[in-house]
């Protein structure tokens, strides 16, 4: 998986844990919802679109854009997702910690 795709699929996971699987459309542009359909044709994940009827209803709702869309995690999505975010905290910490291993060194 490239960057973007990694990106994507962290996004999508923190949509899942911070609010409960439902995705606002706005925060995602032509390419993520290509991505997204071909992980769903693959059955890495299950997306789709709120019904319009639904959409404004309290439970959809919420303060950061409306929820257009909403996402499931296979197992195999999770796996991803865990060793993406994984790899990036290792990484940025990693760059953070130069200096502090400096620091100790005295």
């Known amino acids: 998986m490239n960057?973007?795709?990694q990106s994507l699929l962290m996004f999508l996971e923190t949509?899942?844990?911070?609010?409960?699987?439902?995705?606002?459309?706005?925060?995602?542009?032509?390419?993520?919802f290509d991505q997204a359909q071909s992980w769903r044709e693959?059955?890495?994940?299950?997306?789709?679109?709120?019904?319009?009827?639904?959409?404004?209803?309290?439970?959809?709702?919420?303060?950061?854009?409306?929820n257009t869309n909403w996402v499931r995690f296979t197992d195999e999505a999770w796996k991803l997702a865990h060793r993406f975010r994984r790899e990036r905290g290792d990484r940025l910490t990693a760059?953070?910690?130069?200096?502090v291993e400096k620091e100790e060194e005295r």
């Open 42 to 66: 693959e059955g890495l994940i299950k997306f789709g679109r709120i019904p319009t009827a639904d959409i404004n209803r309290p439970q959809i709702a919420h303060r950061s854009g409306t």
């Open 95 to 99: 760059e953070e910690d130069k200096p």
């Open 3 to 5: 960057k973007g795709q």
């Open 15 to 32: 949509r899942i844990v911070d609010h409960a699987g439902k995705v606002a459309g706005a925060h995602m542009n032509g390419e993520d």
